[in-house]
């Protein structure tokens, strides 16, 4: 129980175009689930939390009108990241949290994104 | 994140008991947990333990959790190469995880 896919698990792009990745939960209810970014051989960075059906929250820093993030059900949401540059090429990682005593957050196997 | 803290690199030979140690800064944290990575994969969820408990253990696994000194680790018993891996530690505090840095935890024979 408690698995999330995310797709695709790798993407190249030219710089300049948009690029979707979705996170689903696919055997329980996410009322929230978060993005997050890694850097190569560094931690997780929080980049926003998504309530289903209520506006994203950003972290400090992130623009939020260069990573737009939908979470239309309990659960599906996607993170688009627009006119997308070299920097930020990255491997973006999604959880979703059930709604348990524990609140735990399942992680799903991450993206790679490539920027060219 | 800055206020979750571990060492970087840990080595141990097969069949020994692994070590990994983290310590946090925020004394209001609910849960902490135990993630594994391995290479080009997401977060595996090992274990967690509540703020009030001392000590957690699960098949191979022992969490222990000092909250005085807000120290947490986590043992591994009878190391195995497929041990080899990425291991985050994370505190939640509201409904926020912040990590440290990982501890690459290499197996050798």
């Known amino acids: 129980g408690a698995v999330v896919s995310q797709h695709p698990s790798w993407v190249i792009c030219k710089s300049g175009t948009s690029v979707k990745i979705e996170c689903r939960s696919l055997d329980f209810q996410a009322t929230t689930m978060f993005w997050y970014r890694q850097f190569p051989k560094q931690s997780l960075m929080l980049m926003a939390t998504?309530?289903?059906?209520?506006?994203?929250?950003?972290e400090q820093g992130v623009e939020k009108d260069k990573f737009l993030i939908n979470h239309a059900s309990l659960t599906l949401s996607t993170l688009t990241v627009t006119s997308a540059h070299p920097e930020d090429s990255s491997f973006y990682i999604c959880?979703?949290?059930?709604?348990?005593?524990?609140?735990?957050?399942?992680f799903g196997p991450g993206t790679r994104l490539t920027v060219l | 994140g800055e206020d979750v803290e571990q060492s970087l690199f840990l080595s141990v030979r097969e069949g020994d008991s692994s070590v990994i140690n983290c310590t946090y800064t925020d004394s209001s944290s609910t849960y902490l947990y135990w993630y594994k990575q391995e290479p080009g994969a997401g977060l595996q969820l090992l274990t967690y333990?509540?703020?009030?408990?001392d000590m957690k253990q699960d098949q191979r696994l022992t969490v222990l959790l000092n909250k005085k000194d807000k120290h947490l680790s986590l043992r591994i018993a009878d190391t195995q190469t497929g041990d080899s891996a990425i291991y985050f530690c994370?505190?939640?505090?509201?409904?926020?995880?912040?990590f440290g840095a990982g501890t690459t935890v290499t197996v050798r024979a």
């Open positions: 994370a505190e939640r505090t509201d409904y926020k995880l912040s």
């Open positions: 959880s979703a949290q059930t709604s348990s005593n524990t609140d735990t957050q399942y």
């Open positions: 998504s309530n289903e059906g209520s506006k994203a929250t950003y």
């Open positions: 333990i509540f703020s009030n408990m």
